[in-house]
């Protein structure tokens, strides 16, 4: 088990929300975890985030609908240009903005590329607040931080700290390159950082 750092800022972040959310999605059995600036931060790599991003099993984005909305005001929002998530949810929560993300898919040049998210794409579990809360893993974030546009800084942010702390999940990236719509640049950039780990 891991700890959560001390926040010296809790106008922008809040453990608190994160735990009672949590333990609501964790008593329905839900497939979820913490993903994007809220896990960097988790890791000591970013600032404080402004929002928390959580990744939801397809099925059990209504539940996590359900939940969430009668803890806070929801807000739909469409994608467009390269993000074509099947669900994006934003709501409004007492201290803190939550948004939803199930079946994450973005528009490459090769095609729509889809994260894979499943019972594998979770493997930490961080107490927070009494609460177990899952967080999706660096190893995912490292390589939809290089297909999503301006996010290539947050990429080598990543990269450079798998590189200096090994890779703990070298499955995750294995199964990645397995996607046809990856360029051969980000193909590339994942086997060096595997080969390089070993």
Same mark, same amino acid.
């Given at each position: ?17 994160? =735990?009672?959310?949590?333990?609501? !999605? ?6 979820? $975890? ?9 890791? $000591? ?11 939801? =099993? ?11 909305? =009668? ?9 467009? $240009? ?23 898919? !973005? ?30 893993? *660096? ?22 700290? *798998? ?29 060096? !950082? ?5």
């Amino acid at each position: 088990m891991f700890s959560l750092p001390v926040h010296t800022n809790p106008q922008k972040y809040s453990n608190s929300i994160l =735990a009672q959310f949590g333990s609501q !999605l964790n008593s329905a059995g839900l497939l979820w $975890g913490v993903g994007a600036s809220a896990m960097l931060y988790q890791y $000591g790599l970013a600032d404080c985030p402004n929002d928390i991003d959580i990744i939801v =099993a397809e099925n059990d984005v209504k539940k996590a609908d359900s939940i969430l909305s =009668a803890m806070g005001q929801k807000q739909e929002r469409e994608e467009s $240009g390269i993000y074509a998530t099947k669900y994006f949810y934003e709501y409004k929560l007492p201290s803190m903005d939550v948004d939803v993300m199930s079946g994450f898919r !973005l528009n490459l040049p090769l095609g729509v590329y889809s994260y894979i998210f499943d019972e594998h794409s979770t493997p930490t579990i961080f107490n927070i607040d009494g609460t177990d809360i899952p967080f999706t893993t *660096l190893e995912d974030w490292y390589v939809l931080y290089q297909l999503m546009p301006g996010k290539n800084q947050k990429a080598l942010i990543v990269e450079n700290y *798998l590189r200096e702390k090994g890779i703990r999940h070298p499955f995750l990236l294995k199964r990645m390159i397995n996607q046809k719509t990856l360029s051969e640049n980000v193909i590339e950039r994942i086997k060096s !950082l595997v080969e390089d780990s070993k």
